[in-house]
């Protein structure tokens, strides 16, 4: 993407790439998160120049199927792939698991092979309660596929198929998965209900302990906690890797003191996925 639009309250602007980069620092911030791809107006993020000679850019990973400016990449072709394949998931089984820590195959479609602990992916056989028996099928997920269908569109955000989160914690996938920009707070953290909210990273704070989508402007996701355990697992060194990053956590959203800025608190460092943008 060479251009994006920014609208940013009453000012609306299109700025090229060049443009954009030779804003102050200042500006840079103010109106990174109030941009989107100029043909499909999927949220877009600006990606800095890096100190290994990567130029700066716009992207999105919101790009329509037929968008001009998305353009092909083994990236958003995985990510297709898995939103075609969670859709067969939902109409084929009662019951999806998610597991936290299967990370997925980056580089191909093949299904990864598990610990032998989990099970990839099994039929039970349960009694109901008139006592016959009923074929329930539970389907294992992992984290990457799941963020990677959300974000290509899958049927899975508004399924009514139970999702277990943990054993016995069952929630209907519409109920559970939510997009940060539709994140509802609540007034603490002890009231919160704990879900799955995904999107893009737009950017981080300097320190890399607060992340900010690109979604909606009105969300921090504090990680420092859990920071050196998320970067290592996820390959994280530097700011810019978060820009334009999928991620999908499970956490509590609720209104920080002053009720001016939500927060989504992570469960642990466990339950989250980020997929760094490959281009
Ligand atoms: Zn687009």
Same mark, same amino acid.
């Given at each position: *993407?060479?251009?994006?639009?920014?609208?940013? +309250? &009453?000012?609306?602007?299109?700025?090229?790439?060049?443009?954009?980069?030779?804003?102050?620092?200042?500006?840079?911030?103010?109106?990174?998160?109030?941009?989107?791809?100029? &043909?499909?107006?999927?949220?877009?993020?600006?990606?800095?120049?890096?100190?290994? +000679?990567?130029?700066?850019?716009?992207?999105?990973?919101?790009?329509?199927?037929?968008?001009?400016?998305?353009?092909?990449?083994?990236?958003?072709?995985?990510?297709?792939?898995?939103? /075609?394949?969670?859709?067969?998931?939902?109409?084929?089984?009662?019951? /999806?698991?998610?597991d936290f820590f299967s990370l997925g195959s980056k580089?191909?479609?093949?299904?990864k092979?598990?610990?032998?602990?989990?099970?990839?992916?099994?039929? %039970?056989?349960?009694?109901?309660?008139?006592?016959?028996?009923?074929?329930?099928?539970?389907? /294992?997920?992992g984290m990457e @596929?799941?963020l990677?269908?959300? *974000?290509?569109?899958?049927?899975?955000?508004?399924?009514?198929?139970?999702?277990?989160?943990?054993?016995?914690?069952?929630?209907?996938? @519409?109920?559970?998965? /939510?997009?940060?920009?539709?994140? &509802?707070?609540?007034?603490?953290?002890?009231?919160?209900?704990?879900?799955?909210?995904?999107?893009?990273?737009?950017?981080?704070? @300097?320190?890399l302990?607060?992340l900010?989508?690109?979604?909606?402007?009105?969300?921090?996701?504090?990680i420092?906690k859990h920071k050196s355990i998320i970067f290592d697992r996820f390959k994280v060194e530097?700011?810019?890797d978060l820009?334009?990053a999928g991620i999908i956590l499970f956490? %509590?959203?609720?209104?920080?003191? %002053?009720?001016?800025? %939500?927060?989504?608190?992570l469960w642990n460092s466990d339950r989250i996925f980020i997929s760094i943008?490959?281009?």
């Amino acid at each position: *993407m060479l251009d994006a639009k920014c609208t940013y +309250g &009453e000012e609306v602007c299109t700025y090229s790439i060049l443009g954009f980069q030779e804003l102050s620092e200042t500006d840079i911030e103010k109106y990174r998160q109030f941009l989107e791809c100029t &043909e499909c107006k999927g949220k877009a993020f600006f990606r800095k120049k890096s100190s290994d +000679g990567k130029g700066a850019c716009f992207g999105s990973r919101y790009h329509t199927e037929n968008c001009g400016e998305g353009g092909s990449s083994p990236q958003r072709e995985r990510e297709s792939r898995h939103a /075609v394949e969670v859709n067969q998931i939902i109409s084929d089984s009662n019951l /999806v698991s998610i597991d936290f820590f299967s990370l997925g195959s980056k580089s191909s479609s093949e299904p990864k092979a598990r610990p032998s602990k989990s099970k990839p992916s099994t039929n %039970k056989t349960s009694k109901t309660h008139s006592g016959t028996n009923k074929q329930t099928r539970i389907k /294992v997920l992992g984290m990457e @596929k799941v963020l990677n269908s959300l *974000m290509r569109g899958s049927d899975l955000a508004e399924s009514s198929i139970l999702i277990e989160v943990d054993n016995g914690y069952k929630y209907k996938a @519409k109920n559970l998965f /939510v997009n940060f920009a539709d994140a &509802e707070a609540s007034d603490s953290s002890k009231d919160a209900k704990p879900k799955m909210y995904w999107g893009a990273i737009s950017h981080s704070d @300097k320190e890399l302990e607060w992340l900010n989508p690109s979604d909606c402007n009105d969300i921090g996701i504090p990680i420092y906690k859990h920071k050196s355990i998320i970067f290592d697992r996820f390959k994280v060194e530097k700011g810019r890797d978060l820009e334009g990053a999928g991620i999908i956590l499970f956490g %509590k959203c609720f209104w920080n003191s %002053k009720k001016t800025r %939500k927060i989504i608190e992570l469960w642990n460092s466990d339950r989250i996925f980020i997929s760094i943008a490959e281009d």
